[in-house]
């Protein structure tokens, strides 16, 4: 790859327990063995002062209002901005474990307004890919054992996917949904067949951004 090449960036969104993480971490390793330099993320990012606010608000330690810990996620991804765009234009493509849209999915899934989850969101990166995993409903009520962090609920997490629905369906161009109910190795197929591709088709496009 030449100098100018830059990263892609790739997220993973999904309700809770859906397999994102272990897809991130197959994604991760394929593209190193192909010498492709990648850098796994996630979000929220919880070592950051925000973070570790966040973090206190998810397991429950500490509450606030449904507007302050939404924009606090938005700030999360907003103190990481900076980091990204030079991870991506050093050439490091970024596989990233929830993003932007999580924080809309959860938000609203609350009843908070959709445009107004949306707005902090504004101008932040927009990433190359989404890969959105959904399982069919009764597959969700099925894997029952949720952790004990905050909107780990089978009612709850149904809502959060009617909201990535409807967010898959209005960003259709950059979503790929795949069938979560699937082997991890068949999922992996899928998304190894997308981001190769992918990798090599941005590297010299332009950075965009959410709007
Ligand atoms: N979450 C995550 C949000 O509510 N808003 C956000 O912006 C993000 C990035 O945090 N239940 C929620 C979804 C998860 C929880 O994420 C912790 P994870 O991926 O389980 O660590
Ligand atoms: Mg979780």
Redesign the pocket.
Known sequence: MSLENRGAFIVFEGC?RIGKTTQCRLLVELLKSRDIPVLPM???ERSSHIGQVINSY?TNSKDLPDEVIHLM?SANRWEHMNQIKQKLLEGNTLVV???SY??VA??AAKGLDFDWCYAPERGLLKPDAVFYLRAPADDLTNRGEYGK?R??KVEFQGRVAKVFDQICAKEANYWHQLDASQSAEDLHAQVADIAVKLVHRVATQDLDKLY
């Open positions: 809770d996630h979000f929220p998810l996620f474990d929830r993003y999580s924080g959860y938000s962090e909107y780990e």
